[in-house]
């Protein structure tokens, strides 16, 4: 079961992931955007981890409402709105529950996905967060229907995201900074995929137990 506590050692273990790939993150980003996703994401996540040390987070819905209100707030540039949105549906898919079954989690998650929908129009394949996160969701809800454990769930959904992480390197970008570089976009990661798996990995090392 994943209560607040849990959801708040995901987000803290992603932020730290963040700042320790700052420069992996802005230097993807200045081949195909404007070399700042970096910067802007370790920006909102650092201000995240500081107020959840104010915040209440007695529950997974209020840590989850903190940290997208804060990266709103914050990040700015496309990711900023994309990844406030998806820890607000998150926090409004858990509502005020104490503790989050694997199930509600990637029901969770998937409406956070939704959400990065709802807002950006991605769709697979053009080369966005959405391509990582997507198949994590996948993986995640098939491994729970197959009866593994939040665990197993979890990794498996750790090597989907990293699969559709590399599987945007020769995607032609479709959304975004990128999409305006045409055919150029072809041949780089994407930055926002590239920490969307990051985020999903946190996931796997945090919420494992
Ligand atoms: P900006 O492009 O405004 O500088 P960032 O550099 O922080 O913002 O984030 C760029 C990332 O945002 C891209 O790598 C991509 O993954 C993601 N992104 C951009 N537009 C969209 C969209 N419409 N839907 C989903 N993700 C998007
Ligand atoms: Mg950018
Ligand atoms: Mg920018």
């Given at each position: 079961m994943v209560d607040g506590e849990a959801i708040r050692s995901w987000l803290s273990l992603f932020a730290t992931e963040v700042a320790r790939n700052r420069d992996l993150l802005t230097q993807l980003d200045s081949a195909i955007g404007d070399a700042d996703h970096g910067a802007n994401l370790d920006r909102g996540t650092s201000a995240a981890v500081s107020a959840f040390g104010t915040?209440?987070?007695?529950s997974p819905g209020s840590v989850l409402k903190t940290m997208g209100m804060t990266l709103v707030g914050t990040v700015g540039g496309a990711s900023g709105p994309l990844y406030g949105t998806l820890f607000l549906r998150m926090a409004g898919c858990a509502g005020d529950a104490e503790r989050l079954d694997a199930p509600a989690f990637a029901a969770a998650l998937r409406a956070g996905l939704d959400g990065v929908v709802a807002r950006g129009r991605a769709q697979a394949g053009d080369k966005t967060m959405y391509d990582a996160l997507s198949p994590a969701c996948d993986a995640l809800d098939d491994a729970l229907a197959a009866g593994r454990d939040i665990g197993d769930a979890l990794s498996l959904a750790t090597a989907a995201a990293d699969a559709g992480r590399d599987a945007t390197i020769p995607m032609l970008a479709r959304k975004g900074r990128a999409s305006y570089l045409g055919e150029r976009s072809v041949g780089h990661q994407d930055p926002g995929a590239t920490s969307a798996a990051l985020l999903v990995a946190a996931a796997a090392q945090a919420l494992s137990g």
């Open positions: 915040a209440d987070h007695s």
